[in-house]
């Protein structure tokens, strides 16, 4: 979520069904469906968070790959964008405690993104964290914040 606007992934674990219940659960806000690519397209995106990831200060960590289109309202945001290596590591998982501090994976596939956040304004805290992600997550999946900042 971003102010008003709701990206939601709609790909191999999440549909269009789950974008119109969001929709009618939330009338204020523009819920915006982000189709993402499946393994059988060449990439393994299992959740939006795998590829985008609004931030604070105006980014958002992107892997346009990923990503079957990019939306308009995607355009807006400064990207910081990760390659497929840092993708597949879940460099683009990380958790805003504030808009300009993030918790990220203290992992060398997420160096070169941690430092390309500082350079950005952001204050990055790196913390081991693999147990997670070798399930297939990372912050977000094991945080599951309501809001996001």
Known sequence: MHGAKVFVGSGQRSDPEGAAFLTAQFPDHQV??????????????????CAFNPLGLGHALIYPQGLAQVPAAMEAFEWIEVT??????????VLSVAPDLIMARSDPSCARVNQALRAAGYRVEEVVFDGVPSTGGSFRCATLPLARV
Do not use: I, K, Y
């Open 84 to 93: 497929r290596e840092e993708a597949q590591a879940l460099a683009t998982n």
């Open 32 to 49: 915006l469906s982000v189709p993402t690519r499946s393994l059988a397209e060449g990439e393994e995106v299992l959740h939006l968070d």
